[in-house]
């Protein structure tokens, strides 16, 4: 009986380790969608977005997950502003890490890719604002905005769905999403 509740306290552990990793594979799944979209729109034509072959942008579920971790929602105020009380405070508060975990973020992926594979996954030179290309106020101001209303609106409900998820299930799921990602990557990072 001992061993049967220990199994499934790892089960659950396990089952919770399972569940952040669907969910940022949920949450770069919708940022490849979102940015596809987006390009489809502004040029015409139909772009992979992304660097893997499978429809993930990794960049925009990490930092979400990221924002979660140490922000929580806007209404809800984990982590950091666990303890800001005033609304006015903790909305401020939220908006500038809003703008600096995802700029931060862009830095950090354009300035490796770059550096160590001589390879643009986007460039906003054109923009103003902009540092060697990698990031732009502009677009670190949009996305602010984005974070913001996605986390206050759609965050919770689609956190709340992968969480229902057995946790036998998650893990499963997760093994085979982070195996399938992982030969994705590889394969990406040989074709450079």
Not at 136 to 141: A, N, V, W, Y
Not at 159 to 172: D, L, M, P, Q
Request: with cysteine; net charge positive; proline share 4%.
């Amino acid at each position: 009986m001992h061993n049967e509740k220990a199994t499934i306290s790892a089960w659950e552990r396990g089952g919770q380790i399972a569940r952040y990793i669907l969910l940022t594979g949920v949450l770069s799944f919708i940022g490849w969608a979102y940015e596809t979209t987006f390009m489809f729109v502004m040029t015409g034509r139909f772009d992979n977005r992304g660097f893997l072959t499978l429809p993930f942008c990794p960049i925009y579920g990490c930092s979400l997950l990221l924002v979660y971790l140490l922000l929580g929602t806007p209404t809800e105020g984990r982590g950091i502003l666990k303890n800001v009380e005033n609304p006015f405070r903790r909305y401020s508060l939220y908006l500038v890490f809003a703008f600096l975990i995802p700029t931060a973020a862009e830095l950090l992926v354009g300035f490796v890719f770059e550096r160590f594979f001589d390879t643009w996954l986007w460039s906003y030179a054109g923009f103003p604002f902009n540092f060697r290309g990698y990031i732009s106020l502009p677009i670190s101001l949009a996305w602010m905005g984005l974070i913001f209303l996605f986390m206050r609106f759609l965050f919770s409900p689609i956190k709340n769905a992968v969480f229902r998820i057995a946790s036998k299930t998650a893990v499963i799921l997760a093994v085979f999403l982070v195996a399938a990602v992982a030969v994705d990557l590889t394969f990406s990072f040989l074709s450079i």
